[in-house]
């Protein structure tokens, strides 16, 4: 450690030690990697709110479900992305009309078409979330841990400054502060990293928790209709 009076942010950074550099260079890069998780996470959950409030709003306007299936499907081939909720209403119009063509000719067993289309929405349902929560664990690693490893740069410049001060003969204000300071921006750093972090998994996780609500209402409300034209 380098004792100097210069106490600009860059001098500080750069006249720590390696492992106080380490610490923040770390940091640094975990930030960067949150805020990118951050913004693709943010610009993916808003896609996929607008995306089920226009799929909804087509089913409920009493639209036949043949031709909103075809029509989903059509969209699909044509490699258009379609919304989360698509998905889940495409499997399970899907495999309910499979298991139509198979009881052709046969008495239709409701129970049998039902639990087939029920089955291909969770599971297409379980899709969506887990491409929906993708990342939210990264999030939450560094909005727990990064405060630490900061402190533990902290407590490590400290711990160079005062063993710098064993070979000086009077220990002033001037010798030690810049050592201190040093190592507080480590904290400083792995605040910054911290706090972006915990903030958006906490927005992040509500608004993924009112998409499944969403989801899993829509897929009980089509269960219904299906059981209505089952019969």
Not at 30 to 47: D, P
Request: proline share 1%.
């Amino acid at each position: 450690m380098t004792v100097t009076q210069d106490m600009s942010f860059i001098s500080l950074i750069t006249n720590a030690s390696v492992i106080v550099q380490l610490v923040m260079a770390l940091l640094v890069l975990v930030s960067a990697m949150s805020w990118t998780y951050i913004f693709r996470k943010l610009f993916a959950i808003r896609g996929a709110t607008s995306q089920t409030t226009a799929f909804e709003n087509a089913f409920w306007s009493g639209a036949n479900l043949n031709a909103l299936y075809e029509e989903v499907s059509s969209s699909r081939r044509r490699n258009v992305r379609n919304g989360a909720l698509e998905r889940i209403f495409e499997a399970g119009m899907e495999e309910y009309r499979k298991a139509r063509v198979s009881f052709t000719g046969k008495d239709v067993d409701t129970s049998a078409l039902l639990d087939g289309a029920r089955r291909a929405m969770r599971a297409a349902y379980q899709r969506e979330m887990d491409a929906l929560e993708s990342h939210l664990a990264f999030l939450a690693s560094v909005g727990s841990v990064s405060p630490y490893v900061g402190l533990f740069g902290t407590v490590w410049g400290i711990m160079n400054s005062f063993r710098g001060l064993a070979n000086v003969q009077q220990a002033t204000l001037a010798a030690v502060a810049p050592g201190i300071a040093e190592a507080l921006v480590a904290t400083a750093i792995g605040l910054f990293a911290a706090i972006p972090a915990v903030v958006a998994y906490n927005r992040f996780s509500h608004d993924i928790d009112r998409l499944a609500i969403r989801f899993e209402s829509f897929i009980e409300e089509f269960s219904n209709i299906l059981h209505r034209q089952a019969r």
